[in-house]
């Protein structure tokens, strides 16, 4: 299980989930950044090797899918770190009293 840090974070902003958004953004920008480098590293090798073809053809097998999940999945962890936390930090903060509360609460209507 994703260890997180504890203690009150710095809030930036005044509207509340922008800090969220914002952090998101950044490790968006992160992202696309080194793959943009990286894309453009392939293309400059494939071009020189005229492999522009094969490229195009290429079926991935399926250990090759689930790398790009494992991947895809340790993305999502990040880009939702401060959600996921905020998340956790509220399950670990709830209490069955106050899960009996806010149920007769929505029954009254």
Do not use: C, W
Request: aromatic share 8%; glycine share 4%; proline share 3%.
């Amino acid at each position: 299980m994703r260890r997180h840090a504890r203690g009150k974070r710095p809030q930036f902003y005044e509207a509340q989930g922008l800090d969220q958004a914002m952090s998101m953004i950044m490790v968006l920008a992160s992202e696309f950044s080194a793959l943009r480098d990286r894309l453009d590293t392939v293309e400059r090798v494939a071009t020189e090797n005229g492999l522009g073809a094969a490229i195009e053809a290429y079926v991935p097998p399926q250990d090759v899918l689930e790398e790009r999940e494992t991947r895809r999945q340790a993305f999502l962890d990040r880009l939702y770190y401060l959600a996921l936390k905020d998340a956790a930090e509220a399950a670990e903060a709830d209490t069955a009293e106050r899960f009996k509360t806010t149920i007769e609460d929505i029954a009254k209507g």
